[in-house]
C-alpha cells in the first residue's frame, strides 16, 4: 500500500480514511464502502467517555472507520497495513495515537471493544472543532 504521506488526502481525514479503505480492498481486505461508514458514521456518538468521536466528523475535521474482522490474523494485517502506510509507530495492539503533521491518528485493534474490528481514525489538531454535520 503506498504511503499516504505529503498527499492533499493526507491533510484530509476523511479523504485519507477512504483511500486507507480503496487500497486495503485493493490488497484483498474485505472492507466497508465508504457509503457503509458515512452512515455508521451519522450514528455514531459520543465516545464511551463521553468525549467527541472521529467518527462524528465533519469530514474535513475528523472521520473515522471501523474496519470488521472474522480472523485475528486478518485484523493484524489490516491494522499492520495502515500503520505502515500512515507511517505510525504500531506496536501491534491496543489504543495507539500519533500526530504526523497537522493530523492526530488513532489505530485500535485488540483493546476492549475493538476484538472484532480495527478502528483508524484521523482528526485535525490545527482546526477548532467545527459543529457535528452529516451531508
Do not use: C
Request: charged share 20%; glycine share 10%; no cysteine.
Amino acid at each position: 500500500m503506498p504511503p499516504l504521506r505529503g498527499t492533499v488526502e493526507y491533510k484530509r481525514p476523511r479523504a485519507a480514511v477512504e483511500r486507507l479503505l480503496v487500497e486495503l480492498a485493493l490488497d484483498g481486505h474485505h472492507v466497508p464502502q465508504s457509503s457503509a461508514v458515512f452512515y455508521a458514521n451519522r450514528l455514531h456518538g459520543s465516545t464511551s467517555t463521553g468525549l467527541r468521536s472521529d467518527h462524528q466528523g465533519p469530514g474535513r475535521y475528523a472521520w473515522a472507520a471501523d474496519i470488521p474482522v472474522s480472523r485475528h490474523a486478518d485484523g493484524d494485517a489490516i491494522a499492520s497495513d495502515i500503520a505502515w502506510s500512515l507511517g505510525l509507530s504500531w506496536t501491534g495492539a491496543g489504543l495507539f495515537d500519533q500526530t504526523i503533521g497537522n493530523t492526530r491518528w488513532q489505530l485500535i485493534w485488540l483493546y476492549p471493544g475493538h476484538f472484532d474490528h480495527v478502528h483508524i481514525g484521523g482528526r485535525r489538531v490545527d482546526m477548532v472543532a467545527p459543529p457535528v454535520t452529516f451531508a
